[in-house]
């Protein structure tokens, strides 16, 4: 018996590049019963996570094939070639892929991970594509009822087969941690993760608290301190002139991320698209920091009443909401000990979920 477990081709399984689907597949392997049956598929790396259970795929050398397509054909390649005849198939965010191992592998059990919304992706579009995928698959994972509900619109069989299986982090701190006088961004430097909102809501009242440190952490892509687009370098360059309690630090790597969400009083995360789920928002509950949202997608379904949610957000509703906890020492500590004592998006949980979701596909 063998899992095996198909990255997207854009994901980089190293611990300085690791993306979201990345840390869940790490986070998960963590506390998995089933370590020694688990081989990890990905585009090649050098220095992989897990490096005794990752196979790095070189890219194709013709430029017209797919990148995806040619992890999957290499995939089962290397799965053919076993005897083992009891092999689960787990796939990321590539509906698609679905349908190319169907046709590869005669004896396999597969599973789909959505980590996105399944009415923008390949392969997951159309109600016809989603009852295709539900044909072919023996279980379909969300990351939040908001992709669940997402990908049964306009299905009426096999629903039972679509769970939701949340997203697990490793907790940042074992206990609440001694906070400072920061406010932090991390994400992209992107227009759908709002950050132009928080960039004019801070040049509004950054003077009015010199005593804070205002900080934006991330760059336009993931892993690289560049700013290669006209949005992003102008958003660097206005956060950079609001005034001297201001900060772009870029990228950073987990661990430098880690030592600064520690000591993180407040988080805005102002996203005006719908969030899948909220990786940033969990990892800041496990530090005890309190959160100032946008209400969409499945934010809601981490933060809950831990932190300030808001409907339709904008620059004047994240400066409100703001200006109400920096003046108010006592409502921000119990949003602190809120956030972290409520904390529930622990790895060791979802990944038993994970297992016992194997175990009854196995046996």
């Known amino acids: 018996m063998q899992i095996n477990i198909l990255l997207p081709h854009k994901e980089k399984f190293t611990k300085e590049n690791a993306a979201s689907v990345s840390i869940t597949v790490k986070n998960n392997f963590q506390y998995s019963d089933f370590k020694t049956k688990i ?65 590869k592998l005669d004896q396999k059990i597969i599973t789909l991970f959505l980590h996105n919304d399944p009415l923008e992706m390949r392969g997951s579009k159309t109600i016809k594509d989603r009852e295709n995928l539900l044909s072919l698959s023996s279980k379909i994972y969300c990351v939040s009822k908001y992709i669940k509900m997402r990908f049964l619109k306009g299905i009426t069989h096999d629903r039972e087969k679509v769970v939701v299986l949340y997203n697990g982090i490793i907790p940042f701190c074992n206990k609440m941690p001694k906070k400072e006088k920061t406010v932090i961004f991390v994400g992209r430097v992107v227009k759908e993760k709002g950050i132009h909102l928080y960039v004019e809501a801070i040049k509004n009242i950054s003077k009015k608290f010199n005593d804070w440190k205002f900080k934006i952490i991330g760059s336009s892509t993931l892993g690289e301190n560049k700013y290669k687009d006209s949005f992003s370098k102008s958003m660097v360059e206005k956060f950079n002139n609001i005034g001297e309690n201001t900060y772009v630090l870029g990228y950073l790597p987990p661990n430098d991320l880690k030592e600064i969400m520690k000591k993180t009083s407040i988080i805005v995360i102002p996203s005006i698209w719908e969030e899948p789920f909220g990786l940033v928002a969990a990892e800041a509950m496990s530090c005890g920091i309190a959160i100032i949202s946008s209400k969409v997608g499945g934010l809601p379904e981490v933060i809950k009443e831990k932190g300030i949610l808001i409907n339709q957000i904008d620059q004047n509703k994240i400066e409100n909401a703001l200006i109400g906890l920096l003046m108010d020492k006592k409502k921000l500590k119990e949003m602190q000990i809120a956030s972290f004592k409520k904390f529930k998006f622990n790895a060791k949980f979802s990944s038993g979920n994970l297992d016992n979701f194997r175990k009854e596909l196995l046996i």
């Open 39 to 103: 081989k990890i598929f990905g585009q090649f790396v050098e220095k992989p996570m897990l490096e005794k259970n990752f196979c790095g795929i070189k890219n194709p050398d013709s430029f017209f094939i797919s990148k995806n397509k040619n992890l999957a054909v290499q995939m089962c390649k290397i799965i053919g070639k076993q005897k083992s005849s009891n092999q689960l198939i787990e796939v990321h965010n590539r509906p698609y892929l679905v349908n190319i191992i169907n046709k």
